[in-house]
């Protein structure tokens, strides 16, 4: 299993930086090139919503992702520092979870496999998708 880990201040100019990264990785973990710009979005809304989340609630911590090769899949955390994390309302205020809400069904309807946790130490987004097997070598 191979694991790249990025972290990025929460700032919107590094949410670019991430999606790029993110794409690079999954095309070189065989997942379908048709699906790549999805992948990228995905990342996208995921970073963009923990930086409004950090940024909110006044949290110096980096924003983090996890690029996680495995033998069948491609699995993408993006984590956040907030207590509570997704979906807990963190943002303090209705316009801000309102927001949330729209994110993460962003989120859903461009991967199929997603789960949005929270704790005491922040949230994380896990967002999963198949990759093609290697071809072989002749």
Same mark, same amino acid.
Request: with cysteine.
């Given at each position: 299993?191979?694991?790249?880990?990025?972290?990025?201040? @929460?700032?919107?100019?590094? *949410? +670019?930086? !991430?999606?790029?990264? =993110?794409?690079?990785? $999954?095309?070189?973990?065989? #997942?379908?090139? @048709?699906?790549?710009?999805? *992948? +990228?979005? !995905?990342?996208?809304? =995921?970073?963009?919503? $923990?930086?409004?989340?950090? #940024?909110?609630?006044?949290?110096?911590?980096? *924003?983090?992702?996890?690029l996680i090769e495995d033998?069948?899949?491609?699995?993408?955390?993006?984590?956040?520092?907030?207590?509570?994390?997704?979906?807990?309302?963190?943002?303090?205020?209705?316009?801000?979870?309102?927001?949330?809400?729209?994110?993460?069904?962003?989120?859903?309807?461009?991967?199929?496999?997603?789960?949005?946790?929270?704790?005491?130490?922040?949230?994380?987004?896990?967002?999963?998708?198949?990759?093609?097997?290697?071809?072989?070598?002749?």
């Amino acid at each position: 299993m191979a694991t790249v880990e990025l972290r990025f201040s @929460a700032l919107p100019e590094h *949410v +670019r930086t !991430a999606r790029l990264v =993110a794409a690079a990785v $999954a095309r070189r973990a065989g #997942v379908d090139e @048709a699906v790549l710009d999805e *992948v +990228r979005l !995905a990342v996208g809304e =995921a970073c963009s919503r $923990a930086v409004g989340l950090h #940024v909110s609630n006044d949290i110096a911590a980096p *924003v983090w992702v996890l690029l996680i090769e495995d033998e069948k899949k491609f699995s993408i955390e993006v984590g956040d520092e907030v207590p509570g994390g997704p979906g807990s309302g963190s943002h303090g205020d209705s316009e801000g979870e309102g927001e949330d809400e729209m994110g993460l069904a962003v989120i859903s309807g461009l991967v199929d496999d997603v789960e949005v946790t929270s704790g005491e130490r922040g949230g994380v987004i896990r967002m999963t998708w198949p990759t093609a097997p290697a071809p072989a070598l002749s």
